[in-house]
């Protein structure tokens, strides 16, 4: 059963530590999203990946989030440091790009809480 | 603002009762999904479609592309409690750099109740 997966579910820790999400894509997957999920914003793109090259970032805070993928099977997004304002839930989806489908698959998110 | 503009933003009904969700643009996209989302988890895709005109249908619901393909409607007939969720509509734009990128729309939070 084919999903994207992602570590850790929940995650607390205080302003100005450094935090860390993991994406595993579905294998065969060619392009890999970051979002954020607020009340207030809904869903906003972060990022997003096509063969593992980012393609686009426009949506991150460049100074505190950065991310990667190091490998096909694995994304990282990191924020340091992190702040209150950064409490969201942030979600991993891959996709078969270049299609006219353009479907997108959700891992099931991490929520991250910044006190 | 949103490129795609859902509407109702809250819809609550019984159980039986048929429901409609819009989802517009004045924007032209390639293609448009529909997903629904329960809390704790992510998004879930329930269809996508790419034809002007488009109507495709999944057990009770129903989901129209507008021919123009600037927009979108999703229909439930009967609602049931299991329908309750978050439905998001989300297009890619009909452009050539966009390579899977999709624009979302705001939600519709839909509460059905017994």
């Known amino acids: 059963d084919a999903r994207v997966t992602q570590t850790p579910r929940h995650k607390v820790t205080e302003m100005g530590q450094e935090v860390t999400m993991r994406c595993q894509p579905i294998l065969g997957h060619n392009t890999v999203f970051w979002y954020r999920q607020t009340m207030m914003q809904g869903l906003e793109l972060l990022a997003y990946?096509?063969?593992?090259?980012?393609?686009?970032d426009s949506g991150m805070p460049k100074d505190r989030f950065s991310a990667e993928m190091p490998d096909a099977t694995l994304a990282t997004l990191k924020i340091q440091p992190s702040e209150p304002r950064d409490s969201a839930v942030y979600f991993c989806?891959?996709?078969?790009?270049?299609?006219?489908?353009?479907?997108?698959?959700f891992g099931p998110g991490t929520r991250l809480t910044v006190l | 603002t949103q490129l795609l503009e859902q509407s109702p933003q809250f819809l609550s009904i019984q159980e039986g009762e048929n429901l409609t969700v819009y989802c517009n643009s004045s924007s032209v996209f390639s293609s448009l999904q529909w997903y629904r989302q329960e809390p704790g988890e992510g998004p879930v895709l329930l269809v996508t479609?790419?034809?002007?005109?488009e109507v495709k249908k999944l057990k009770r619901l129903t989901f129209q592309f507008g021919d123009a393909r600037k927009d979108s409607s999703l229909h439930i007939t009967a609602a049931q409690t299991g329908d309750t969720g978050l439905y998001l509509c989300?297009?890619?734009?009909?452009?050539?750099?966009?390579?899977?990128?999709?624009?979302f729309g705001a939600g519709t939070q839909v509460v059905v109740t017994p």
């Open positions: 989806a891959s996709g078969l790009g270049g299609n006219s489908y353009n479907e997108q698959f």
């Open positions: 479609v790419v034809t002007g005109g």
């Open positions: 990946f096509r063969n593992r090259a980012p393609l686009d």
């Open positions: 989300a297009g890619a734009l009909l452009t050539t750099d966009s390579w899977g990128k999709l624009q």
